[in-house]
């Protein structure tokens, strides 16, 4: 088996967690599609890791993972504040800013 | 074999035609499936398959902290805010932009082309190996906080502050102030006194009354004067109906001849 499989699957899990971010409506799922996405990076890194033969790539993936995690907090923070002020977690229902 | 060039051993081989496709699956399980919490639970599938590529792909430290990141603690988060927004919340099936459901689809479709096209023509080196190596390179956490406090030790102390500015964040996010005076058993026990003028009973309420013959619990108990008393049922059964009548008054004073107190 050739390495580069990892990366074809790395790309196939991307693009499903793009489509995800531009189809679903709910919020959270769309949350999940961006998390699927940048676990698909992170396989690409780890895979280019080894493919060198330098640890820098998995230290890059390590830092993804903790922004990854930061950003889960505060984007699903966000998520429980709207869906208290307008009772619904749909990306649609939030126009605000529609004049 | 030549000296280093990784060779992917048949077990590894085989460990990614058993995982890899089951990873695609649940990423369309992702897609497809309605409910949210279905929609997690297929993300975790991959997670955890995830973490055992990287086992497998040389990188025991960052599998171990994909297993306690992402399936421990993002995973758990996103089960959390599910339940708090309500597990019912499935997706509105009406569109607001007409078209999306298919320009959308047509523009992952496009970008997995792209991305399979740019993987596909790409001219990689061969695979070195995280061991293969330099002789003198050390196993793998090892060589990883090497790097990552030696070159990154910078970017390291910024993801620090950055996570405790999420954590700061999410909580004055999700803050609720507080719009009435807390309640406490002092001022609840102060509200009822200053509603005794209105009707409002102190004491508990009466026991039901207990007879030989009939389910206890749905037969109001005789007060001292002989007199039933409706608040002794419990007010689900009377609203259903459910309440029996109590024995005559004149026939339990028969029976109990010493009466009440």
């Known amino acids: 088996m050739d390495i580069t499989n990892y990366v074809v699957l790395a790309a196939v899990l991307f693009a499903i967690g793009a489509t995800t971010v531009?189809?679903?409506?709910?919020?959270i799922v769309v949350f999940?599609?961006?998390e699927l996405m940048l676990n698909a990076t992170n396989l690409a890194f780890v895979t280019f890791a080894?493919?060198?033969?330098?640890?820098?790539?998995?230290?890059?993936?390590?830092?993804?993972?903790?922004?990854?995690?930061?950003?889960?907090?505060?984007?699903?923070?966000?998520?429980?504040?709207?869906?208290?002020?307008?009772?619904?977690?749909?990306?649609?229902?939030?126009?605000?800013?529609?004049? | 074999m030549t000296p280093g060039v990784l060779e992917i051993s048949g077990g590894e081989t085989f460990l990614f035609w058993v995982i890899a496709p089951l990873m695609v699956l649940a990423a369309l399980g992702l897609l497809f499936v309605k409910r949210a919490v279905h929609a997690a639970?297929?993300?975790?599938?991959?997670?955890v398959s995830m973490a055992i590529l990287y086992i497998a792909q040389e990188a025991?430290?960052?599998?171990?902290?994909?297993?306690?990141?992402?399936?421990?603690?993002?995973?758990?988060?996103?089960?959390?805010v599910l339940m708090l927004v309500g597990v019912d919340a499935s997706d509105s099936l009406t569109e607001t932009i007409r078209g999306q459901r298919w320009i959308g689809l047509l523009i992952?479709?496009?970008?997995?082309?792209?991305?399979?096209?740019?993987v596909g023509r790409a001219a990689f080196p061969p695979a070195r190996g995280l061991e293969g190596g330099d002789p003198g390179g050390v196993a793998n956490p090892q060589a990883l906080a090497r790097v990552l406090f030696g070159d990154y030790v910078l970017a390291m102390e910024a993801v620090g502050v950055l996570?405790?500015?999420?954590?700061?964040?999410?909580?004055?996010?999700?803050?609720?102030?507080?719009?009435?005076?807390?309640?406490?058993?002092?001022?609840?026990?102060?509200?009822?006194?200053?509603a005794l003028?209105?009707?409002?009973?102190?004491?508990?309420?009466?026991s039901p009354g207990v007879y030989a013959r009939s389910n206890a619990m749905d037969t109001p108990a005789l007060g001292p004067d002989g007199e039933q008393v409706p608040q002794s049922v419990s007010r689900v059964l009377r609203i259903r109906g459910q309440e029996r009548p109590a024995p005559s008054s004149t026939a339990v004073s028969v029976h109990t001849p010493e009466g009440d107190a």
Do not use: W
């Open chain 2, 108 to 118: 992952g479709i496009g970008l997995a082309a792209v991305l399979g096209g740019v």
């Open chain 2, 41 to 47: 639970m297929c993300l975790v599938f991959v997670m």
């Open chain 1, 50 to 99: 080894r493919m060198h033969g330098d640890v820098t790539g998995q230290v890059l993936a390590f830092f993804v993972m903790v922004v990854a995690a930061a950003e889960v907090v505060v984007g699903l923070a966000i998520i429980v504040t709207i869906f208290r002020t307008r009772r619904s977690a749909s990306v649609d229902d939030v126009n605000l800013l529609r004049g």
């Open chain 1, 32 to 34: 999940m599609g961006v």
């Open chain 1, 22 to 27: 531009l189809l679903r409506r709910n919020a």
């Open chain 2, 60 to 80: 025991p430290f960052l599998g171990v902290v994909q297993v306690v990141v992402y399936t421990g603690a993002v995973m758990m988060l996103f089960l959390f």
């Open chain 2, 197 to 206: 003028p209105d009707g409002v009973v102190l004491t508990p309420l009466p």
């Open chain 2, 163 to 194: 996570l405790v500015t999420a954590a700061v964040g999410a909580l004055v996010l999700t803050h609720r102030r507080r719009l009435t005076p807390k309640q406490t058993q002092a001022s609840v026990a102060d509200a009822r006194i200053k």
